[in-house]
């Protein structure tokens, strides 16, 4: 299997600029992508690292840069058996993994909380990825316009993609261990327990 992780390391994670400076959310995306990393190594026997050009990874991962916009470049790399994994799922461990390149189907998605795509595995090459603007039900449409058989996966570990301030609240509450909320404790962040609905603080 061949793995395809796209990584922007340019301003990422905007949106959360009112909680975290610059260069921690540039090390918070970092994180994220080893913790990634960590899981996909033990299945993939390629991985590719898609970063736009000029992009600075200071660990040993091949990486290959394109200019061209996120579906055009994942596009020119599916082949058979290619997944395409998000590089902000932080929550990804062995078994979920393991149990989504276990399903049947041409084509598995395993969606986002907001109507995206996190995981995409591609058993036929004829398919052709569309990301952005709730991807996920474009390539359920796409897969059905092929005739492949395509098969949803569902799994909250997999479906956590880090864009806000709660999906940092959710990292924070099952993420122990992992780099990414190792280097969120360091910078003081934490999980108030006190009222009826946990809230993310930082000390």
């Given at each position: 299997?061949?793995?395809?992780i796209?990584f922007k390391?340019?301003?990422p994670?905007?949106r959360?600029s009112?909680?975290?400076?610059l260069e921690e959310?540039?090390?918070?995306?970092k994180a994220?992508?080893m913790d990634?990393?960590?899981?996909?190594s033990?299945?993939a026997?390629?991985i590719?690292?898609?970063a736009?050009p000029?992009?600075?990874?200071?660990f040993?991962v091949?990486?290959?840069?394109?200019?061209?916009?996120?579906?055009s470049?994942?596009?020119?790399?599916?082949?058979?058996?290619t997944?395409v994994?998000?590089?902000?799922?932080p929550?990804?461990?062995?078994?979920?993994?393991?149990r989504f390149?276990?399903?049947?189907?041409?084509?598995?998605i395993?969606?986002?909380?907001?109507?995206?795509?996190?995981?995409?595995?591609?058993?036929?090459?004829r398919?052709?990825?569309s990301?952005?603007?709730?991807?996920?039900?474009?390539?359920?449409?796409i897969?059905?316009?092929?005739?492949?058989k395509?098969?949803v996966f569902?799994?909250?570990?997999?479906?956590l993609?880090?864009?806000d301030?709660?999906?940092l609240?959710?990292?924070?509450?099952?993420?122990?261990?992992?780099?990414?909320w190792?280097?969120?404790?360091?910078?003081?962040f934490?999980?108030?327990f006190?009222?009826?609905?946990?809230?993310l603080?930082?000390?």
């Amino acid at each position: 299997m061949k793995a395809v992780i796209p990584f922007k390391l340019r301003n990422p994670k905007s949106r959360l600029s009112s909680l975290l400076s610059l260069e921690e959310r540039v090390e918070l995306a970092k994180a994220m992508l080893m913790d990634v990393l960590d899981v996909v190594s033990e299945f993939a026997d390629e991985i590719i690292v898609l970063a736009p050009p000029n992009t600075e990874i200071d660990f040993d991962v091949r990486v290959e840069e394109d200019e061209r916009d996120l579906d055009s470049a994942i596009n020119s790399r599916i082949s058979k058996d290619t997944a395409v994994i998000m590089a902000d799922l932080p929550l990804l461990n062995f078994e979920t993994l393991e149990r989504f390149l276990e399903c049947e189907g041409d084509v598995v998605i395993a969606p986002g909380r907001k109507g995206g795509t996190n995981m995409l595995l591609v058993r036929d090459e004829r398919f052709r990825v569309s990301y952005h603007y709730g991807s996920f039900f474009k390539h359920v449409s796409i897969a059905e316009k092929l005739g492949l058989k395509w098969t949803v996966f569902d799994s909250f570990y997999a479906s956590l993609d880090i864009d806000d301030e709660s999906d940092l609240l959710e990292l924070l509450m099952h993420g122990k261990g992992k780099r990414s909320w190792k280097f969120l404790r360091e910078i003081g962040f934490d999980v108030d327990f006190s009222e009826k609905d946990p809230r993310l603080i930082r000390n």
